[in-house]
């Protein structure tokens, strides 16, 4: 069976803090995706990124920041000099075939 | 242009009685997924369309749930005789490709279902 571990339930920073958001995955499938989705106080899922399992390069996209690590089944999540406007629920998700797994989430707060 | 909207956006039933959300898609995605999600926990997958078909529907939690795509845009979720357990947040969620969920999903702002 497929699952999405994110140990963090909740973290709290100061605004300017650096954050990362850990992931562990389980999966037996050679090809899948991983995604990060946030869901901000309005509750409406808004897509961050999405990586293939063959593709294990970081990506870097303004202060957010993806480590995709196969040897450890990890995709952590970094939020650089984080604002308060980062304050969410942050979810990872595995997805094989027509299913999508979801993380149970980390909500973050970002205190000014 | 428009992203995926569902309504209503809440709902409140008594237990027993039947509901019906709806989410209507961004024109021209192939798929169109559903999830619950109860408060404080991650969506929970329920059933797939491609186009009419629908293609996976393990996740729903029993026969009182029914999802339908008639037309291969707008769908529909069904509850019958609602329990208490239903109570979460239903959200839509379409992709443009086929195939299931290797795609970008684009979420709707969900249903808040509340059985009394």
């Known amino acids: 069976a497929q699952k999405v571990t994110q140990a963090q339930t909740e973290i709290s920073v100061v605004e300017k803090e650096d954050v990362t958001l850990d992931c562990v995955y389980e999966?037996?499938?050679?090809t899948y995706y991983l995604f990060w989705y946030k869901q901000p106080p309005s509750g409406e899922l808004v897509f961050l990124i999405r990586?293939?399992?063959?593709?294990?390069?970081?990506?870097?996209?303004?202060r957010y920041s993806w480590n995709f690590q196969k040897s450890t089944s990890s995709f952590n999540f970094t939020i650089t000099?984080?604002?308060?406007?980062?304050?969410?629920?942050?979810?990872?998700?595995?997805?094989?075939?027509?299913?999508?797994?979801f993380g149970a989430g980390t909500r973050l707060f970002v205190k000014a | 242009g428009a992203g995926v909207s569902q309504s209503p956006r809440y709902?409140?039933?008594?237990?027993?009685q039947d509901v019906a959300l709806r989410c209507d898609p961004i024109s021209g995605h192939v798929?169109?997924?559903?999830?619950?999600?109860?408060?404080?926990q991650g969506p929970e997958f329920l059933t797939y369309f491609q186009n009419e078909a629908q293609l996976d529907k393990s996740g729903l939690p029993s026969d009182r749930f029914f999802a339908e795509r008639p037309e291969g845009s707008v769908s529909t979720l069904k509850i019958?005789?609602?329990?208490?357990?239903?109570?979460?947040?239903?959200?839509?969620?379409?992709?443009?490709?086929?195939?299931?969920?290797?795609?970008?999903?684009?979420?709707?702002?969900?249903?808040?279902?509340?059985?009394?």
Not at chain 2, 83 to 112: I, K, M, W
Request: hydrophobic letters at 35%; one cysteine or more; aromatic letters at 12%.
């Open chain 1, 27 to 30: 999966t037996r499938d050679t």
């Open chain 1, 51 to 62: 990586r293939n399992s063959f593709d294990e390069q970081n990506e870097i996209s303004g």
């Open chain 1, 81 to 101: 000099a984080s604002q308060v406007v980062d304050s969410a629920v942050y979810f990872c998700a595995l997805s094989e075939g027509f299913k999508t797994i």
């Open chain 2, 11 to 16: 709902k409140v039933a008594k237990r027993g």
């Open chain 2, 31 to 40: 798929s169109l997924f559903w999830y619950q999600q109860a408060l404080g």
């Open chain 2, 80 to 116: 019958q005789r609602t329990q208490q357990e239903d109570s979460a947040v239903y959200l839509c969620a379409s992709s443009f490709l086929a195939g299931g969920s290797t795609d970008t999903q684009y979420f709707g702002p969900g249903t808040r279902l509340t059985v009394l």
